[in-house]
Every structure is written in structure tokens, then in C-alpha cells.
């Protein structure tokens, strides 16, 4: 597990990045881009908008 490592929140990157790529075990359908929010529920928070080549471009 990632979160073992102190990695916090980057699994959630991984998932949204699995989520565009189609290879999640729990799929959106047709997922093509990706926000990912974390943090202490003040700030700082951190964001991340990942997306699809075709979506960004």
C-alpha cells in the first residue's frame, strides 16, 4: 500500500490516472478527466486536474 510509505494522496493520483487510462477496478464510464482534492480540511489543500490528451487539448 502506498499510504504505508507516508505517500499520502498519491494513491488518489494513481486512481485518477487509472480512471482516464480505463483500467480502474470501479470505472467511471467514459471518464476523461480527473480532480484530485486532498488536505486537512483547511488550508493548505492541495489540487490536481488531470485529464485525457484528447481533453486537454
Do not use: D, F, K
Amino acid at each position: 500500500y502506498l499510504a504505508e510509505c507516508y505517500m499520502h494522496g498519491l494513491e488518489l493520483i494513481v486512481e485518477a490516472v487509472r480512471q482516464i487510462r480505463g483500467e480502474s477496478p470501479n470505472q467511471v464510464a467514459n471518464a476523461s478527466i480527473s480532480m484530485v482534492t486532498s488536505g486537512p480540511m483547511v488550508t493548505p489543500v492541495s489540487n490536481c486536474i488531470l485529464g485525457s490528451e484528447e481533453t486537454l487539448s
